[in-house]
């Protein structure tokens, strides 16, 4: 196993370049496991992961309908882009029935996968995946992100 790392991320922005830097780790068939209380800053660092894969359109929470798939466009360092799709499984709730509709393995194929709320929920789906641990100091936007490779 990996060893884990830790990084100290002060504001919104931090967690948004963390994100970008995650993603130059990441291709099409990865699953990403994002943990923390509600404001750690999960879907700030989606969209941070979101930029550095270049795909496109805004990322917000797909809290609502579950999940969201972005298409590929361009990385920023001008490669080509890699497709993501965006879940938030908090509403999930452990339902593996509900988690088995949205087809999730299928979507590993072609595209990362970033999974809200996904530890103990969603690892299955691959034989590895990128565990990120967010926290957030209370009263504050600091933020501490432990992540490590599984598998």
Known sequence: MAESRTRILHTVEDTEAF???????LRAGDLVVLDGPL???KTA???????????RGRV????????????A?????????VAMVH??????AGDLD????LDLDTDLHHAVVVVEWGKGVVEHLAERHL?????????????????????
């Open 39 to 41: 404001g750690a800053g």
């Open 45 to 55: 660092l989606t969209r941070g992961i979101a930029a550095g894969l270049g795909v």
């Open 87 to 92: 879940v938030d499984a908090y509403r999930l």
């Open 98 to 101: 509900e988690l088995d509709a």
């Open 19 to 25: 994100g970008r830097e995650l993603a130059g780790q």
């Open 73 to 81: 466009g361009q990385r920023p360092d001008g490669s080509p882009g």
């Open 131 to 151: 565990r990120v641990q967010l926290a957030r100091e209370p009263e504050s936007d600091v933020r501490t992100a432990i992540w490590e490779w599984i598998g």
């Open 60 to 71: 917000s929470s797909p809290t609502f309908i579950i999940a969201r798939a972005h298409r």
